[in-house]
């Protein structure tokens, strides 16, 4: 149970403008999307975790630090879990895809940064899978 990795898109630029895609992305599991965005820069979204939701995140606009933790018990977290540490900006094409299994810590490094989530569970299943865990559980990188 669980895994996490980037997926690359790709920019076309020419005189109309900018288009980013992601033309090998399968978006047939998700049921919702939403975004986040952080009144600034100090909030930190952490520790949230799901034990099967999936969720991919695509920063829309500014840079988000993304820290991710495996977590094996989510009764009783170990807290020397190792933390995958991941920056996705507005400027490259990245959606970064976590599995069931991980809690996630989330931080905004720029101004007006705006996070857009997809999920494969709907709200009220999310709600029955989720689990908070304290900021200081887990150290991780947030700058």
């Given at each position: ?28 599991r ?17 520790w ?94 947030w700058?």
């Amino acid at each position: 149970m669980g895994s996490h990795s980037l997926i690359q898109g790709t920019l076309h630029e020419d005189h109309r403008g900018i288009i980013s895609f992601f033309n090998t992305l399968d978006l047939s599991r998700v049921k919702r999307m939403y975004q986040i965005q952080p009144a600034n820069e100090q909030i930190i979204r952490a520790w949230q975790g799901h034990k099967t939701e999936n969720k991919w995140f695509h920063c829309l606009q500014g840079s988000f630090i993304i820290n991710l933790v495996k977590v094996t018990d989510f009764e009783h977290p170990v807290t020397d879990a190792k933390i995958s540490y991941n920056v996705i900006t507005a400027n490259t094409p990245t959606i970064l895809y976590v599995e069931g299994g991980y809690a996630s810590g989330i931080k905004s490094t720029a101004p007006n940064s705006k996070l857009l989530v997809f999920s494969d569970l709907s709200t009220e299943a999310s709600k029955n899978d989720d689990y908070r865990f304290d900021l200081d559980l887990w150290m991780a990188k947030w700058e």
